[in-house]
């Protein structure tokens, strides 16, 4: 591949599990555990190819809304994921961080999450943050009311700053796989200029070449931040 600008910040909305799942005359749990086996090919792909952060969309504020069996195997994967890629992550050096409220999750989850972020916390290689019970709506109060609390007054860049995962700055490009296209509640505040990539393949089925293809784009891209240039 042509030597092409990288986006040091992507975020990505893993969507289509389901989908892919039910095309295969399966149920929704098997996509999720496709799903979560193709984080780490892809973690290890956006790293490997120069992308600093990477800001992954596991659970959102609204899915608790599905049917609990499926709430609990995204639970059990959830717990699975962190206490498998602890190793990867340690011996890739990335450091592993969480945005959202997880304390609206189980003790022992809450637990292995804390684990795996503590013990990697001075991985310097790289940062996954990773949304669990996460929604960009509720990170704005959640910012806001920091900001009450603390007697700041409420601009843009303290709202910026009191994000849950304000020191990892601003995605440079989103990526939504699965074919919809909307943000679900994904990092609105800021990603107000990230550039937007949506693509039709199913989160399983989005491989390193797809993943590629989401860099070429955003290599094509012109930001201007509301500039004339
Ligand atoms: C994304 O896949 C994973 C989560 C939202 C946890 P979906 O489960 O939304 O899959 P589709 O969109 O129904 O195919
Ligand atoms: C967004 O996907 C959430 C995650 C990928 C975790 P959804 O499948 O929940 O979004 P909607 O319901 O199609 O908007
Ligand atoms: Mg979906």
Redesign the pocket.
């Given at each position: 591949m042509e030597k092409t600008k990288i986006p040091a910040h992507v975020g990505i909305?893993?969507?289509g599990n389901?989908r892919w799942a039910n095309l295969r005359g399966k149920n929704r749990s098997y996509g999720h555990r496709a799903g979560t086996a193709n984080v780490e090919r892809i973690t290890e792909h956006a790293f490997n190819s120069g992308v600093k952060t990477l800001s992954l969309?596991?659970?959102?504020s609204?899915?608790w809304a599905r049917p609990k069996t499926e709430v609990d195997e995204l639970m059990r994967l959830l717990g699975l994921y962190f206490k498998k890629f602890l190793k990867k992550m340690q011996r890739e050096k990335i450091r592993v961080a969480v945005m959202g409220d997880i304390s609206a999750l189980s003790e022992k989850l809450q637990q292995v999450i804390a684990k795996s972020v503590d013990a990697t916390k001075a991985n310097d290689r790289g940062i996954l943050n990773i949304?669990v019970n996460y929604g960009g709506r509720q990170e704005v109060v959640y910012a806001v009311n920091k900001l009450i609390e603390s007697n700041q007054p409420i601009t843009v860049e303290n709202i910026s700053a009191n994000l849950y995962s304000a020191e990892f700055g601003e995605p440079d490009l989103i990526i939504r796989t699965?074919g919809?296209l909307?943000l679900?509640?994904?990092m609105l505040y800021q990603g107000a200029y990230a550039e937007l990539y949506f693509t039709d393949v199913l989160?399983p089925d989005f491989n390193e070449a797809e993943f590629d293809k989401a860099i070429e784009e955003y290599g094509h891209r012109h930001r201007r931040f509301g500039k004339v240039q």
């Open positions: 909305i893993m969507d389901g969309y596991a659970f959102s609204e899915n949304g699965g919809e909307r679900s509640n994904f989160w």
